[in-house]
């Protein structure tokens, strides 16, 4: 089982509707949750974290966290075409000095 | 004002040769890391320095080789290349080691070996 697992898509979801993202981890001590955004030739770029048990909204942005079920989400409302990318999950282990990427999932926003 | 830089952007070289990766933050950050993102985009650690002391090395070949002068600066230097080496590295940062500290990464160096 990989430590952080995402299906790889493409999810391809129209403009306008709510593009849901999600991911699962084995470790279930794990602390700290993120989600990064990687357009295609560039630098992943941190969309938010989130560490208790819950929703986080920050503007179209909503982070689910359920350590009883050991999985992570990201809600993008409103989607637009420039919500296009590669979103990567990362989770902090119980080990807790590294960070573990999940392998992504390529959203594609249709007009 | 960029937050981590790398040089160079692109790096293109033979197989069997010796090249160097350099990174800089300037975000006072304590914590350094190198990535290896491969053709798939998976994106995995190779090391990482806190306030110059290495804490993380993990599965890598000993043809990589991490230093770090400063807190702020972390280089990578990788001797007698290989086709597998090529893919893209990034430079992270994150204030500290552990909490909830997310990495900010720089832009990536892209090494292709031919």
């Known amino acids: 089982q990989k430590e952080v697992e995402q299906n790889s898509g493409p999810l391809s979801v129209p403009e306008g509707a709510i593009a849901s993202l999600n991911c699962t981890y084995s470790d279930r001590g794990s602390q700290s949750f993120f989600w990064y955004r990687q357009y295609s030739g560039k630098s992943p770029e941190l969309i938010m974290f989130i560490y208790s048990n819950g929703d986080k909204e920050d503007g179209r942005f909503t982070a689910q966290l359920n350590k009883a079920s050991q999985y992570v989400s990201l809600l993008i409302r409103d989607s637009q075409p420039s919500d296009s990318a590669t979103y990567l999950c990362?989770?902090?282990?119980?080990?807790?000095?590294?960070?573990?990427f999940g392998s992504g999932t390529r959203l594609s926003i249709r007009p | 004002d960029t937050a981590v830089s790398q040089t160079p952007k692109y790096l293109v070289t033979q197989m069997g040769n010796d090249k160097s990766i350099k990174c800089e933050q300037n975000?006072?950050?304590?914590?350094m890391y190198w990535y290896k993102q491969d053709s798939k985009k998976f994106l995995k650690i190779m090391f990482s320095?806190?306030?110059?002391?290495?804490?993380i090395n993990e599965t890598v070949p000993n043809r990589f080789s991490p230093k770090s002068p400063d807190k702020a600066h972390l280089n990578l230097h990788i001797n007698s290349l290989e086709l597998g080496d090529s893919a893209v590295y990034f430079c992270?940062?994150?204030?500290?080691?552990?909490?909830?500290?997310?990495?900010?990464f720089g832009d990536g160096t892209r090494l292709s070996i031919l």
């Open positions: 320095y806190n306030n110059k002391e290495l804490i």
């Open positions: 975000l006072g950050h304590d914590t």
């Open positions: 990362a989770v902090r282990p119980s080990s807790a000095s590294k960070i573990i």
């Open positions: 992270a940062s994150s204030p500290q080691t552990g909490g909830h500290q997310p990495q900010h």
